[in-house]
């Protein structure tokens, strides 16, 4: 086998050190820390029953390894722009992607004193300080990987994983997805749209950003004749973004300010939140008189927003929760969670990778979280690696977790979460209304891991005292990573890196298409809107080679917004689509 050879070859430089019974006692302890077909440290967030997975880590750990050879590179700086495959100057910041299993290490390995020697001793803690939050892994864990636990397994990695075959649980999942949905999923949809989210927002007198009072008219306000928020169509280098003439594809925001993961819109859309180092919010609201607000805060990935607008979460050191009312005061100009409007980063916990949601009878706010797959957002993730066969990270023991967050009037809190076995499933999303969840359904197709369906669910209970339970509602058998629901619970918005198999989707004759070719070999990725009433699908962006449409959402009143990042220009362009306020106006829900 491929990953026998390093150890093996290792075993004949030095048999005495390196005996087969070695390397197989080594394995057994990489299994029982990572969790290779058992628990394991690792096995709480990532799919580590995935020899995909396991082949990202061991190749992004040997890399490291290499960096760090003295023989390699004997300058400490040197080093360090090895790893991060860029000049240091004034800082260090890898990504987890970057470090494979050394992100476990970064205060015991080498790193801890290559950093020390090209920073000084106050600022390396400083740096190491910073990414205890945004690349040690285990994140949040209070004692992490022992260093004699730590040095073991990252030998295992450098040996190549011997044994890896015997570790990993065979393979018994989904291999096909079986479309179809639920008659129920109408009914709930009928109720919905009398009683969801986008008519009690309505009926508390919120007015979606950029609207007039009734509604009819968005994003049309100038400044000195000029459109503040243009259609794309006015400018001859983006207009093809949008290939549907029948959409509007307004321009809200631009930056080269980079950002890490997802975005995500207060229910107003007034309020756009990024992660980054720090993270930002983007108050719209000063556009209108020619300002820029970015509030910054303190915190790194992970935004949301309650679809009742009361408040938005943030991903750090550990959960923060403010209250929106806080972004609205024109004096905030950082969020430190330390305002009377928040609950402090260690009061209340939810696991990364949330979706959250509000129920319509006022009993609770929930978030949903599982195992996740990260998408930086940048071009440099993993899912950008190779986009014609993305690193996936289902595995059979994947979990889902509703974790209710409650709000005594003064604090947020979260109750011990109710789990749910739901093998080969990640990326959960919920409904803002808690009545759906969608998540992503992974199996192995032609020997590799790949998306094959998001399935759908019901999310019930009897009454508040009750467990909740999920009833399945079918599959969508449609390509694409993690998606979000509309106010009302009708509209699944979604993105997805160009495949060969898209061609015809983007509008293509033939997958030899000359346009079609340049896009899958530089990359590009797009959005894509799935009505679940009507059960069709419709393109959204046609974005150009190394630009990419990426984290679509809705606010209240179905307008969606995402981000379009521009690798070749470096910039960000935050959009906003009324696709399927259109497309719900040519066929309404009844």
């Known amino acids: 086998m491929r990953s026998m050879v390093p150890w093996l070859w290792l075993t004949l430089l030095n048999p005495t050190a390196f005996a087969a019974e070695d390397a197989y006692q080594l394995a057994q302890k990489a299994a029982d820390v990572i969790g290779i077909g058992r628990s394991g440290t690792c096995s709480r967030c990532h799919a580590t029953n995935s020899r995909q997975t396991l082949e990202r880590w061991e190749s992004a750990t040997q890399r490291?390894?290499?960096?760090?050879?003295?023989?390699?590179?004997?300058?400490?700086?040197?080093?360090?722009?090895?790893?991060?495959?860029?000049?240091?100057?004034?800082?260090?910041?890898?990504?987890?992607?970057?470090?494979?299993?050394?992100?476990?290490?970064?205060?015991?390995?080498?790193?801890?004193?290559?950093?020390?020697?090209?920073?000084?001793?106050?600022?390396?803690?400083?740096?190491?300080?910073?990414?205890?939050?945004?690349?040690?892994?285990?994140?949040?864990s209070p004692k992490g990987v022992s260093p004699e636990d730590f040095a073991k397994v990252k030998t295992w990695f450098i040996w190549g994983m011997p044994y890896v075959e015997e570790l990993l649980t065979p393979y018994d999942g989904p291999k096909t997805c079986t479309p179809g949905l639920a008659p129920e999923l109408k009914n709930h949809l009928l109720r919905l749209e009398t009683n969801g989210w986008h008519r009690r927002n309505q009926e508390r007198g919120i007015i979606p950003f950029g609207c007039t009072p009734q509604g009819t008219q968005c994003f049309?306000?100038?400044?000195?004749?000029?459109?503040?928020?243009?259609?794309?169509?006015?400018?001859?280098?983006?207009?093809?973004?949008?290939p549907n003439p029948r959409f509007q594809l307004r321009k809200l925001y631009e930056s080269y300010t980079s950002t890490?993961?997802?975005?995500?819109?207060?229910?107003?859309?007034?309020?756009?939140?990024?992660?980054?180092?720090?993270?930002?919010?983007?108050?719209?609201?000063?556009?209108?008189?020619?300002?820029?607000?970015?509030?910054?805060?303190?915190?790194?990935?992970?935004?949301?927003?309650?679809?009742?607008?009361?408040?938005?979460?943030?991903?750090g050191r550990g959960t923060g929760i403010c209250q929106t009312s806080l972004l609205k005061n024109p004096a905030t100009s950082r969020v430190t969670f330390g305002e009377s409007a928040c609950t402090s980063q260690q009061q209340?916990?939810?696991?990364?990778?949330?979706?959250?949601g509000a129920s319509?009878?006022?009993?609770?706010?929930?978030?949903?979280?599982?195992?996740?797959m990260s998408d930086p957002g940048d071009g440099s993730g993993p899912v950008l690696e190779n986009s014609l066969a993305p690193r996936l990270t289902a595995d059979p023991k994947a979990q889902l977790n509703l974790i209710r967050v409650e709000y005594d009037g003064t604090r947020w809190s979260t109750k011990p979460p109710q789990t749910f076995d739901t093998p080969w499933e990640i990326?959960?999303?919920?409904?803002?209304?808690?009545?759906?969840?969608?998540?992503?359904?992974?199996?192995?197709?032609?020997?590799?891991?790949?998306?094959?369906?998001?399935?759908?669910?019901?999310?019930?209970r009897t009454d508040a005292s009750q467990p909740y339970q999920i009833n399945k509602l079918g599959n969508l058998c449609i390509d694409g990573l993690k998606g979000n629901f509309s106010f009302d619970d009708r509209f699944f918005v979604t993105y997805g890196y160009i495949k060969p198999e898209h061609y015809r989707l983007l509008g293509y004759e033939s997958p030899d298409d000359q346009a079609f070719q340049e896009r899958l070999e530089a990359g590009a990725a797009n959005i894509f809107l799935y009505d679940l009433w009507t059960e069709k699908?419709?393109?959204?962006?046609?974005?150009?080679?190394?630009?990419?449409?990426?984290?679509?959402?809705?606010?209240?009143?179905?307008?969606?917004?995402?981000v379009l990042y521009d690798a070749k220009e470096g910039r960000r362009y935050y959009l906003a689509s009324d696709a399927a306020v259109r497309l719900k106006a040519e066929v309404p829900t009844r």
């Open 537 to 562: 699908l419709t393109l959204i962006t046609q974005a150009g080679p190394q630009q990419y449409a990426l984290f679509p959402h809705f606010r209240t009143d179905g307008w969606m917004y995402f």
């Open 427 to 460: 990326d959960w999303g919920l409904a803002p209304s808690n009545g759906m969840l969608v998540s992503r359904l992974e199996g192995r197709i032609d020997d590799k891991l790949q998306h094959i369906a998001y399935p759908l669910y019901e999310v019930k």
């Open 64 to 140: 490291v390894n290499s960096c760090l050879n003295a023989d390699n590179y004997p300058n400490a700086r040197e080093r360090l722009s090895c790893i991060v495959d860029s000049p240091v100057q004034d800082d260090w910041n890898p990504t987890p992607e970057q470090l494979g299993f050394y992100s476990a290490g970064l205060r015991t390995s080498p790193l801890k004193n290559d950093l020390v020697e090209v920073f000084g001793k106050e600022r390396a803690g400083a740096i190491l300080t910073r990414l205890a939050t945004t690349a040690e892994m285990p994140l949040r």
């Open 348 to 356: 209340a916990e939810i696991p990364l990778y949330q979706s959250v």
């Open 260 to 315: 890490d993961y997802w975005i995500r819109s207060s229910a107003d859309g007034r309020f756009i939140a990024y992660g980054s180092s720090p993270s930002g919010i983007i108050d719209l609201q000063a556009r209108l008189t020619g300002r820029d607000r970015v509030i910054r805060v303190n915190a790194y990935y992970d935004p949301s927003f309650f679809p009742d607008d009361s408040a938005f979460v943030f991903q």
């Open 360 to 372: 319509l009878d006022g009993s609770d706010y929930l978030a949903a979280t599982g195992v996740f």
């Open 220 to 242: 049309e306000q100038k400044r000195n004749g000029v459109d503040i928020f243009p259609d794309v169509k006015q400018f001859s280098d983006k207009s093809a973004w949008n």
